[in-house]
T-cell receptor, first 114, second 118 residues
């Protein structure tokens, strides 16, 4: 079955710096890769996603890149702000005929210091 | 504003109690999910309903019993829980069911029910 590794587990940056979180997956058939942000005591919130037919996607300060050959994808946050502090989870999704379940990474706790 | 509504927000119960968690969405989504989440860990999938039918049970103990009365509602009935079942229980929904589809859709989470077992 699919397995997702996420690094680093914790990340501390200064306000205004960039942050990068990396994930690798094992099942080459996985075709959908969402990223969730979870603030303390709140729900996981979908912040960006990418499908396997796309190499990069941007939404303002957030971007995701996907390298299908290497089976890894990354979240890039530019000009970080204190409100970006949260736990970030990547996920990979095998095709629906294999169950269609979200397989999460272990999470990255991002701290943005003012 | 979250479009997936869960009640109650907090629940404290004894090991012999029976209670239910409720989840509601009005986005017309046809897949609904229950997850369990411990602090700073990823959500763990428990159950998936697709077109109101149970399609995935991740070997969850029978003290957790899901129910999908209609396409907008999802319940989780709790009975004889253990202290280790204390966690945040999240409901999620996604637009399409899991039958005959090859395109995955985003899952949207509710705010969860924080459950404490005494």
């Amino acid at each position: 079955g699919e397995n997702v590794e996420q690094h680093p587990s914790t990340l501390s940056v200064q306000e205004g710096d960039s942050a990068v979180i990396k994930c690798t997956y094992s099942d080459s058939a996985s075709n959908y890769f969402p990223w969730y942000k979870q603030e303390l005591g709140k729900r996981p919130q979908l912040i960006i996603d990418i499908r396997s037919n796309v190499g990069e996607k941007k939404d303002q300060r957030i971007a995701v890149t996907l390298n299908k050959t290497a089976k890894h994808f990354s979240l890039h946050i530019t000009e970080t702000q204190p409100e970006d502090s949260a736990v970030y989870f990547c996920a990979a999704t095998p095709p629906l005929y294999q169950g269609g379940k979200l397989i999460f990474g272990q999470g990255t706790e991002l701290s943005v210091k003012p | 504003d979250t479009e997936v509504t869960q009640t109650p927000k907090h629940l404290v119960m004894g090991m012999t109690n029976k209670k239910s968690l409720k989840c509601e969405q009005h986005m017309g989504h046809r897949a609904m999910y229950w997850y369990k989440q411990k602090a700073k860990k990823p959500p763990e999938l428990m159950f998936v309903y697709s077109y109101e039918k149970l399609s995935i049970n991740e070997s969850v103990p029978s003290r957790f019993s899901p129910e999908c009365p209609n396409s907008s509602l999802l319940n989780l009935h709790l009975h004889a829980l253990q202290p280790e079942d204390s966690a945040l229980y999240l409901c999620a929904s996604s637009p399409q069911g899991l039958q005959g589809r090859h395109s995955n859709q985003p899952q949207h989470f509710g705010d969860g029910t924080r459950l404490s077992i005494l």
